[in-house]
């Protein structure tokens, strides 16, 4: 627990230590003594910014919250306003410190979290931007991705990686063996960007471009644009990075001619990034973690062990699994990510996603199949089956391991008895399935012993149907915690790591509290999983529906 003695934290000898990688030396700067801390947390969504001031017991005692206006210029296309995001998370900042009755004085630290791979550049000399936020979503460039990925450059690259993966046998070789570009990460959607803006490619030929995800923006813009820099589990997500090398990849770069000169200095997750200009809120703040969203959350949820699982379930389905201190090498698409690095410690993730969960319920609100999506548990849990229908969500494609941009959603099974309840049913079955096919991949790819419970976090596994449906289909216990928000609980964990609040991540553990478990219900897990084959079908017949050239 966090000291309950008065005063305040200070931080003038830290600052001085902004270029440290150590963690345990940016505490040892730290005068603990006689002092109340309060942990910000700042959490960049898909849908929703949102700030929690945590107190001296860890709970949530001021909060800010905005939705994010997403933007969608062409179909397919899925855009931010820079401006507008950046006067949100400044207005949710100040109202998370006013609904605690502090002031900027009273905040010890801020971790910052952000959802992956939607960025921005801008010209470094002038700060003008040269497009909006380009999101996660996005499927501009879907095109390049499959061209790219049919290639004879990236066909010669494959080939000449699993020979030299023979010779040497070396992971980082055999994984670039099975490289292939996806439309959710930064590499396709960046170059898409250059190839079509040309006041960009300029700049870009003069060295005076400046690239950033979401969390180095944010950054840039809380210090005065003083820090230009990201985290490695931020770098890690990109495809522009290499995580068996610890560095921006000097390959992609030269294979699809981004500049390494635009990617900021990478920093350890945990850690001192620099100052809110104190003209913002009052006072200075320090910045003491930046970190990836999925890897937040598993932060949060203390997955600290080799073989823990964590599924998310929000905008998107994620599934995480902690590999230790090595990456994980996949054939199928799963991603190895870092996790965290603090020091000498640096946590690989092995991480699969579909993209569309959030993006279905809304669907299904938005033509009235239900009015409150809390009333979908009790509606599902009411029906013994979906009644022969069956649902893909594929709405911005078929991620891992189908790797399909080309796919469409589908609703199939249809009969003239088929009520809006079935659909429900068919919609949240939908999402378990996608789930399991996740989880059937990282048993299958890991190699990696799995714990036999499964913790569980996002917005959607509110709905207990859907979680005991989790449970059914992966025969695992589902551990769902009583605070749902892990997400920003990981990034107050290491942001208060940072400032020596807890010596190590063994004091987190008794903090995190299990709100219910769900377990296997054998008479149940037959029937799921004939339904599941079932779906599988469903799954095939959504494939490469949109002609080449169409979004």
């Not at 309060?38 to 017991?57: Q, W």
């Not at 059914?472 to 290491?494: C, E, V, W, Y």
């Amino acid at each position: 627990m966090f000291s309950k003695n008065k005063g305040k934290i200070q931080f003038e000898q830290v600052s001085k230590m902004s270029n440290k990688k150590n963690v345990e030396d940016v505490g040892s700067c730290v005068n603990r003594s006689d002092s109340v801390v309060h942990i910000l947390s700042l959490d960049v969504g898909t849908t929703t910014i949102r700030a929690h001031v945590y107190d001296g017991e860890v709970k949530i005692v001021g909060t800010g919250s905005r939705k994010i206006q997403l933007l969608y210029p062409h179909p397919g296309w899925v855009e931010m306003d820079e401006e507008l995001i950046w006067q949100q998370a400044q207005d949710v900042i100040k109202d998370a410190i006013a609904e605690a009755g502090l002031t900027a004085n009273d905040i010890s630290c801020i971790g910052l979290t952000t959802q992956r791979n939607t960025f921005i550049t801008w010209d470094k000399e002038t700060g003008k931007t040269f497009h909006r936020f380009i999101t996660w979503q996005d499927l501009r460039a879907c095109d390049y991705v499959k061209k790219w990925n049919e290639s004879y450059t990236m066909k010669a690259f494959n080939g000449g990686s699993k020979m030299l993966y023979y010779m040497t046998r070396k992971a980082r070789f055999l994984a670039a063996s099975a490289l292939r570009f996806k439309s959710a990460q930064v590499t396709m959607r960046l170059k898409w960007m250059i190839d079509n803006t040309e006041s960009l490619r300029k700049r870009l030929a003069e060295k005076q471009v400046m690239f950033a995800n979401i969390d180095t923006y944010l950054l840039w813009q809380l210090t005065g644009h003083k820090i230009w820099a990201t985290d490695y589990s931020c770098a890690s997500t990109t495809g522009l990075y290499d995580p068996y090398q610890m560095e921006w990849s000097t390959v992609v770069s030269g294979v699809v001619g981004v500049p390494l000169h635009i990617l900021p200095p990478i920093k350890d997750t945990s850690g001192f990034f620099g100052e809110c200009v104190p003209d913002l809120f009052g006072a200075p703040i320090p910045i003491t973690a930046i970190v990836a969203d999925q890897q937040s959350a598993m932060f949060g949820q203390c997955c600290f062990n080799v073989g823990d699982v964590k599924c998310t379930m929000g905008t998107g389905t994620f599934i995480d699994c902690n590999t230790g201190n090595k990456p994980h090498t996949s054939v199928a698409g799963l991603y190895p990510l870092i996790g965290w690095k603090m020091g000498d410690e640096c946590i690989y993730l092995s991480e699969g996603y579909a993209s569309d969960t959030g993006r279905c319920l809304e669907w299904a609100r938005s033509v009235g199949l239900f009015e409150k999506v809390e009333e979908t548990e009790q509606i599902a849990t009411s029906l013994g089956d979906s009644g022969g229908v069956y649902f893909v969500p594929a709405f911005s494609g078929l991620q891992m391991p189908v790797n399909d941009d080309k796919a469409s959603s589908l609703m199939i099974g249809l009969t003239l008895e088929t009520t809006r309840e079935y659909m429900i049913r068919a919609i949240l079955d939908s999402l378990c399935y996608r789930f399991e096919l996740l989880y059937e991949t990282v048993l299958r790819e890991t190699n990696t012993p799995l714990s036999p419970l499964i913790k569980c976090d996002g917005g959607v596994c509110n709905n207990g149907f859907l979680v005991q449906m989790v449970s059914n289909l992966t025969g695992r216990k589902i551990d769902r915690p009583q605070h749902m928000d892990m997400t920003s609980l990981g990034a107050a964990f290491l942001a208060g790591l940072a400032i020596g609040i807890w010596k190590d991540k063994s004091e987190l553990i008794s903090i995190r509290r299990t709100e219910r478990l769900f377990e296997p219900q054998p008479d149940q897990t037959s029937q799921a999983k004939g339904f599941y084959r079932d779906w599988l079908k469903a799954l095939e017949r959504s494939k490469e529906w949109y002609a080449t050239g169409k979004s």
